[in-house]
């Protein structure tokens, strides 16, 4: 059983920066395929971002390429989101998502997910 629990969230400018970290325990990090979702008011929970399990190959969507970079720490078990140039329709509580298969994670029924970290940025 693997435990996500995120951090970093905030409220930030348009055009501002923040960074939030997903830290996992309870399972061999290593072994899976990270990802990050997000979840506007109102809205329907849309993949952000993903990251294989050697940290080698990563897959965005389309609203947050150029702008957002995914990384991740085996040796520490933690998954990272950079987010720069945030706009408004970037405000969404953003989850962590864990799965061995990198199609869950990208569709959404990865096995284990976070509790959620707001962010908020304001124009």
């Known amino acids: 059983q693997v435990q996500l629990v995120e951090s970093g969230g905030g409220l930030v400018q348009a055009g501002g920066s923040l960074r939030l970290s997903c830290a996992a325990s309870g399972g061999t990090f290593g072994r899976y395929v990270m990802g990050w979702f997000r979840q506007a008011p109102g809205k329907e929970r849309v993949f952000v971002a993903r990251?294989?399990?050697?940290?080698?190959?990563?897959y965005y969507a389309d609203s947050v390429k150029d702008r957002f970079t995914i990384s991740r720490d085996n040796a520490k078990n933690t998954v990272d989101l950079q987010m720069n140039s945030l706009k408004p329709e970037d405000t969404a509580v953003y989850y962590c998502v864990a799965d061995g298969d990198s199609t869950r994670v990208r569709h959404g029924v990865a096995d284990y997910w976070g509790q959620g970290t707001q962010v908020t940025v304001s124009s």
């Open positions: 990251i294989s399990w050697s940290g080698g190959n990563t």
